[in-house]
């Protein structure tokens, strides 16, 4: 594993079959809404390419006829909180079409994939290398079904057949999971990303903001109001980025 992204998704019901590898036009007016809706205050707002790992306390935002990206390290605390305020958020600008959470960072082998259909979970699955397999609900989707067909259980624990440069072998679900995210990903940009060679994230045309903190939207106000208790380590990715 090689990449580090944390980025949302969502679509409309009818949006067609790789629709973001079409590159389609970015609509500043519908930005506005978009930020708007998901809670974030456009600070130093500017055009800008898609970042799908962007820094800290930096957001990018394509708004597009068919479909919405968004990409903050917020996203990372959305996949283990499916309650928080930013998922919630994005779920309503499509609530009767798809969303999908994707996190990576090559570091841990971190992966996750969650897929929404009409607001609800329908599949995700997601680990890291020192936890294994953390995230796994419903049947494989349709892109996951082939890898897991040719999976198997030793001791319980699942390894997918991998092939690099003429060479089979079986690995850890962490050692595979990027594959399983480009694998989904193929129905929204309509290729497989890591093998691509002319379509990348940041091919797609959109805009940037600064947040004032690292915190979610929603979040910056209780800063101000309360003081903040003491924190524990947190989480391995929190870890990270210190």
Same mark, same amino acid.
């Given at each position: 594993? #090689?990449?580090?992204?944390?980025?949302?998704?969502?679509?409309?019901?009818? !949006?067609?079959?790789?629709?973001? #590898?079409?590159?389609?036009?970015?609509?500043?007016?519908?930005?506005?809404? =978009?930020?708007?809706?998901? &809670?974030?205050?456009?600070?130093?707002?500017?055009?800008?390419? =898609?970042?799908?790992?962007?820094?800290?306390?930096?957001?990018?935002? #394509?708004? *597009?006829?068919?479909?919405?990206?968004?990409?903050?390290?917020?996203?990372?605390? !959305?996949?283990?909180?499916?309650?928080?305020?930013?998922?919630?958020?994005?779920?309503?600008?499509?609530?009767?079409?798809?969303?999908?959470?994707?996190?990576?960072?090559?570091?841990?082998?971190?992966?996750?994939?969650?897929?929404?259909?009409? &607001?609800?979970?329908?599949?995700? *699955?997601?680990?890291? #290398?020192?936890? &294994?397999?953390?995230?796994? %609900?419903?049947?494989?989707?349709?892109?996951?079904?082939?890898?897991?067909?040719?999976?198997?259980?030793?001791?319980?624990?699942?390894?997918?057949?991998?092939?690099?440069?003429?060479?089979?072998?079986?690995?850890?679900?962490? !050692?595979?999971?990027?594959?399983?995210?480009?694998?989904?990903?193929?129905?929204?940009?309509?290729?497989?990303?890591?093998?691509? /060679?002319?379509?990348?994230?940041?091919?797609?045309? &959109?805009?940037?903001?600064?947040?004032?903190?690292?915190?979610?939207?929603?979040?910056?106000?209780?800063?101000?109001?309360?003081?903040?208790?003491?924190?524990? /380590?947190?989480?391995?990715?929190?870890?990270? %980025?210190?």
């Amino acid at each position: 594993m #090689g990449w580090k992204s944390c980025y949302i998704i969502a679509a409309d019901r009818d !949006c067609p079959h790789g629709y973001l #590898g079409t590159l389609p036009r970015h609509d500043p007016e519908r930005a506005t809404t =978009i930020f708007k809706k998901l &809670g974030y205050e456009t600070t130093n707002r500017r055009e800008s390419p =898609i970042i799908d790992y962007p820094r800290d306390n930096l957001v990018t935002l #394509g708004a *597009y006829d068919k479909a919405v990206f968004v990409s903050d390290q917020s996203i990372y605390d !959305c996949f283990d909180d499916r309650n928080h305020p930013l998922l919630k958020k994005a779920l309503s600008i499509y609530p009767d079409g798809t969303l999908v959470i994707v996190v990576l960072h090559s570091v841990v082998n971190l992966f996750g994939y969650a897929l929404y259909e009409n &607001g609800q979970l329908v599949r995700e *699955y997601g680990g890291n #290398g020192d936890d &294994g397999v953390t995230h796994e %609900f419903g049947e494989p989707l349709e892109e996951e079904r082939d890898a897991f067909a040719k999976s198997k259980l030793i001791n319980g624990e699942r390894f997918f057949l991998s092939e690099y440069d003429g060479v089979r072998e079986d690995v850890t679900p962490d !050692c595979y999971g990027e594959t399983l995210v480009f694998a989904v990903l193929e129905r929204y940009y309509g290729e497989i990303l890591d093998q691509s /060679e002319h379509l990348w994230p940041e091919d797609l045309q &959109g805009e940037a903001i600064d947040k004032h903190n690292d915190f979610a939207p929603d979040e910056l106000h209780k800063r101000l109001t309360k003081p903040e208790p003491k924190k524990s /380590e947190g989480p391995w990715w929190q870890r990270i %980025f210190k």
